[in-house]
């Protein structure tokens, strides 16, 4: 089974950075993609940002020009970078990794809470 470590969540005032990681716990082959999500109270879980094995990227409009996604496919890690943070903003952000060639399976990180607020 895979797990998924997600680290980088916290509290930051509005305007401000985070950097959020996610690796899994052990290596792995034939990631198709990986991506966020993230869900705030109340909310339904929606999609932030992901990434294709071949580079190619989509973003939430919400998100469109301040937060970008990378990955390094020698560690298998995906990464957010979240600038000019704001109050809606505020949730539980979850990383998913879509795994497989024939059969594919979606593996979920725990979630960080991220809090942007004065």
């Known amino acids: 089974q895979v797990q998924l470590v997600e680290s980088g969540g916290g509290v930051v005032q509005p305007g401000g950075s985070l950097r959020l990681s996610c690796a899994p716990s052990?290596?792995?082959?034939?990631?198709?993609?990986m991506g966020w999500y993230r869900q705030a109270p109340g909310k339904e879980r929606e999609l932030v940002a992901a990434?294709?094995?071949?580079?190619?990227?989509n973003y939430a409009n919400s998100v469109k020009g301040r937060f970008t996604i990378s990955r390094d496919n020698a560690e298998n890690t995906v990464y957010l970078q979240m600038n000019s943070l704001k109050s809606e903003d505020t949730a539980v952000y979850y990383c998913?990794?879509?795994?497989?060639?024939?059969?594919?399976?979606?593996?979920w990180g725990q979630g960080t809470q991220v809090t942007v607020s004065s």
């Open positions: 052990r290596s792995i082959f034939n990631i198709n993609s």
């Open positions: 998913k990794f879509n795994i497989g060639r024939a059969l594919t399976y979606n593996f």
């Open positions: 990434i294709t094995s071949g580079g190619s990227t």
